[in-house]
């Protein structure tokens, strides 16, 4: 194969990589399968193998997943958090299990745990209280999480050990809670959760602590990490201890001796795993003696003493009884398999993603197909195969529309792209998606306009446009059915209230394409106002630090476009916050970039931030070769470690950029 070829995909490869880990961690919204993640890492790998001259590109496979919210409160765990290597075959297991008996002499007798579907979490203690819980965070620091762990029943506030100690498990969804809070996300027309682990994930870094204290979260330990004293001799003696402490663990947990005791405990969860109250993904297999892990160690990533056997997915067979096609607020057109319902990992089944007009085809799909679904338990299902030999004679290819479904107008396709589009701007469903997009946590935050009622609205004539959102007439709002004045008074404040949401949460609100929350933020620190942006051509924003062409170009077009400026001139109008507040005071930073890490003695991390750019400074987020200085308080995270390789970034104090910026004297 030319190296040449082989670099793109390597490339290629990365990309995908960082943009899936982005949506798992950061997002809590996986758009594949743990399987098909590890299928890219593992192409990624073996590349990386075959072709040892591009071994420099191989660093992302050494990170650790990284789930830290920008700009959250940190503390830098006391020992790392590392993730654990999977295996997707038991030859897989036995390899790694024979790995290390010719390593230490002797097949290793090992611990054999549930791997659960959840968010990992780390307890500290100390004096025997709980001292904070923080998220895994990027493995060397994590977010904190205190008072959201606190209203989880099951994890004890105190203990009786003095000693200081790390606990580490994962917080979940029972399967029954989370159904039922699916269900009354969908009858309050909310957009539901892909699964439990992502619920859990979201839930966790709710501000409304009352909130998470309803959601009836729950927990299992299983490790620990920093110890003052020494804790167990063995995986198997710690869990015993964490249970005497009062953690909930996991009760089915064995301790094996050979290979075959492995292979049983691991065949027999994988058919009877759906019993469980909540969701497993595999079997964790790790060495038991506490010395023998500490001989063998660790890789940059993983421990070299434990394993993850992940189940395969579960498949079932269903029949597609026809294929609908929904329209975005980008007026992307996809299609959705509607599907004689069927029970798969935990839920019922009726309806699988077909993302577009090149799947149907790749599946050569009929009207009436039995088809085969997957469902990990991590996102929608997925039809994966079609069983051509249960076709009936004379059934009806599916073929993708050529109309809008929603308003009738000619679709279009981009080139080289996969996606089909609605021609028409004033197309209703993608108003209503707009609208709903508009309206979300993320954006406006509106609560209690959700899909249903927005939906009502349009029909009646009472939503035509996003700025139509703030001229609603509640009276006419609280005569409608299951409504009332109540809810129509609660709406009216929760609108004005969206009134004095951020310039970046106004920016991420307008829907322009591939414009996130991350970047909406970059995009407002650092043009601080809608007009300046609306100024910059796509050189000026290929300029702003991690914002590529295709973003760029993204912007530009959407301010060419005659209603968006119109749609622009209304929100001001409206009251709607399109800059960044800030009071520009100088200029003595101009051209200037910063981060922080750690927790500063006299400012919150957000008004820092704020204070550096009124003072001309840009605030990037995370450690790059544009960065010019890294503000270090106290506990900082790995950051620091990042910028003291770069070597090219300045380490400063929280006093030094005061200094800098003539707020306290030298």
């Not at 959201?148 to 994890?155: A, D, Q």
């Given at each position: 194969?030319?190296k040449e ?6 490339i ?12 798992y961690y ?8 743990d ?7 593992m ?14 590109e ?11 919210t920008?700009g ?34 002797e097949?290793p ?13 780390n ?45 580490r498990?994962e ?22 959760f892909?699964?439990?682990?992502n619920?859990a994930?979201?839930?966790i ?15 299992i330990?299983?490790?620990?990490g920093y110890t ?6 063995s ?10 402490l009062?953690?909930?663990?996991a ?9 075959k ?9 994988e ?7 909540y ?28 394993i ?10 269903t ?39 090149d799947e149907?085809k790749r599946?050569?799909?009929?009207k ?8 990990s338990?991590e ?8 069983n ?5 004679p ?13 308003c009738?107008?000619?679709l279009?396709?981009e ?24 309206t979300?946590?993320?954006a ?6 959700g ?21 609603l ?6 005569e ?5 004045e109540k ?9 004005e ?12 609100a307008l829907?322009i ?23 910059a051509?796509?050189t ?10 295709k973003?760029?170009?993204?912007i ?25 507040h ?18 500063l ?5 957000k ?5 550096i750019?009124?003072?001309g400074?840009?605030?990037l ?19 620091l470690?990042k ?5 090219s ?6 006093n ?8 306290n004297?030298?």
């Amino acid at each position: 194969m030319d190296k040449e070829l082989i670099r793109k995909e390597i490339i290629e490869l990365k990309s995908e990589i960082e943009r899936h880990n982005m949506l798992y961690y950061e997002f809590a919204n996986p758009s594949i399968t743990d399987y098909e993640y590890d299928q890219l890492v593992m192409r990624l790998k073996q590349l990386l193998q075959d072709n040892p001259e591009f071994e420099a590109e191989g660093s992302l496979l050494q990170k650790v997943g990284n789930d830290l919210t920008t700009g959250s409160k940190t503390i830098t765990h006391k020992q790392r958090m590392y993730s654990l290597e999977n295996a997707y075959n038991l030859a897989e297991v036995e390899e790694f299990l024979n790995k290390i008996a010719r390593e230490t002499g002797e097949f290793p007798t090992v611990t054999l745990e549930h791997k659960i579907d959840g968010f990992s979490i780390n307890l500290f203690y100390k004096n025997g209280l709980l001292q904070y819980a923080t998220t895994r965070g990027d493995g060397f620091e994590g977010e904190v999480v205190t008072e959201n762990v606190k209203t989880i029943k099951s994890i004890p506030l105190e203990i009786n050990l003095k000693s200081e100690i790390e606990i580490r498990g994962e917080i979940f969804y029972p399967v029954d809670v989370f159904l039922a809070l699916n269900k009354e996300r969908e009858e309050l027309g909310e957009k539901l959760f892909a699964n439990p682990r992502n619920a859990a994930a979201g839930t966790i870094k709710l501000k409304n602590t009352a909130e998470v204290a309803s959601r009836k979260l729950q927990a299992i330990f299983y490790t620990c990490g920093y110890t003052e004293q020494p804790f167990a001799k063995s995986q198997s003696e710690l869990l015993k201890k964490l249970d005497r402490l009062g953690f909930p663990t996991a009760g089915s947990s064995s301790v094996a001796a050979d290979y075959k005791e492995i292979v049983d405990y691991c065949n027999s969860w994988e058919v009877n795993r759906s019993s469980l109250p909540y969701e497993i993904d595999g079997i964790v297999i790790k060495v038991d003696a506490t010395s023998l892990q500490q001989q063998l160690g660790y890789t940059n990533k993983s421990p070299k003493w434990a394993i993850a056997y992940k189940f395969k997915p579960e498949e079932k067979e269903t029949i597609l009884l026809e294929v609908q096609f929904q329209v975005g607020r980008t007026g992307a057109v996809t299609p959705v398999a509607i599907l004689e319902p069927v029970y798969i990992s935990g839920s019922t089944v009726s309806r699988a993603t077909l993302h577009n007009e090149d799947e149907i085809k790749r599946l050569d799909l009929h009207k009436g197909d039995t088809v085969r679904i997957v469902k990990s338990g991590e996102i929608i299902p997925k039809i994966i195969a079609v069983n051509a030999d249960k076709r009936q004679p004379g059934a009806e290819r599916i073929v993708f529309t050529t109309a809008c479904p929603s308003c009738g107008s000619i679709l279009f396709r981009e080139d080289d792209a996969s996606i089909r589009y609605c021609s028409n701007n004033l197309c209703p469903a993608q108003l209503q998606r707009q609208l709903e997009h508009f309206t979300s946590r993320e954006a406006m935050d509106i609560s209690g306009l959700g899909e249903s009622l927005i939906a009502r609205l349009i029909e009646s004539g009472m939503l035509k446009s996003i700025e139509s959102i703030y001229n609603l007439d509640y009276d006419k709002i609280s005569e409608m059915e299951r409504l009332g004045e109540k809810s129509a008074g609660n709406l009216k404040k929760s609108i004005e209230k969206s009134k004095t949401a951020r310039f970046d949460r106004v920016l991420y609100a307008l829907g322009i394409r591939y414009v996130g929350t991350k970047t909406a933020r970059i995009l407002a620190g650092y043009f601080n106002n809608i007009d300046n942006l609306i100024k910059a051509d796509t050189t000026a924003l290929t300029a702003v630090p991690e914002i590529g062409s295709k973003i760029a170009q993204s912007i530009w077009d959407y301010f060419q476009i005659p209603q968006n400026m119109a749609l622009i001139s209304h929100l001001k109008n409206i009251g709607l916050q399109l800059s960044s507040h800030q009071e520009k005071q100088s200029d003595v930073l101009q051209g200037k970039s910063f981060l922080i890490t750690g927790t500063l003695a006299n400012y919150e991390r957000k008004a820092m931030e704020e204070l550096i750019i009124s003072h001309g400074g840009k605030i990037l987020s995370s450690v790059s070769k544009n960065l010019n200085f890294l503000i270090v308080g106290e506990n900082p995270g790995s950051k620091l470690d990042k910028a003291k390789a770069l070597k090219s970034v300045a380490i400063i104090s929280e006093n030094e950029v005061l200094i800098m910026m003539g707020i306290n004297e030298e």
